[in-house]
Nanobody, 119 residues
Framework: QVQLVESGGGLVQAGGSLRLSCAASGNFFSINAMSWYRQAPGKSRDLVASITSAGSTNYADSVKGRFTISRDNAKNTVYLQMNSLKPEDTAVYYC?????????????WGQGTQVAVSS
């Protein structure tokens, strides 16, 4: 199994910054793509940013230029630096990881961390 532990959420004023972390641990051969999703109340869970094992990144249009995803492969950890936060960024943020176990790729989700941005 693979466990994901997220941290770094909280309450911040508009224009502020937060940094989320998600560390993967457990029994796996390798970690492939790592991503951050978010889900606001009454809305679907949407992709915020993703990063491949080689470092290629992808962002939702709504966060481009404000959020930066990065990873430390040695620590199996993905980060999301969030700057210039807006009230509409308020959501539960979830980490998703694709891990390879016994030659098969599996997706795992973290428990979620709340981000609240006040105006």
């Amino acid at each position: 199994q693979v466990q994901l532990v997220e941290s770094g959420g909280g309450l911040v004023q508009a224009g502020g910054s937060l940094r989320l972390s998600c560390a993967a641990s457990g029994n796996f051969f390798s970690i492939n793509a790592m991503s951050w999703y978010r889900q606001a109340p009454g809305k679907s869970r949407d992709l915020v940013a993703s990063i491949t094992s080689a470092g290629s990144t992808n962002y939702a249009d709504s966060v481009k230029g404000r959020f930066t995803i990065s990873r430390d492969n040695a620590k199996n950890t993905v980060y999301l630096q969030m700057n210039s936060l807006k009230p509409e960024d308020t959501a539960v943020y979830y980490c998703k990881t694709v891990a390879v176990r016994i030659g098969i790729q599996y997706s795992y989700w973290g428990q979620g961390t709340q981000v609240a941005v006040s105006s």
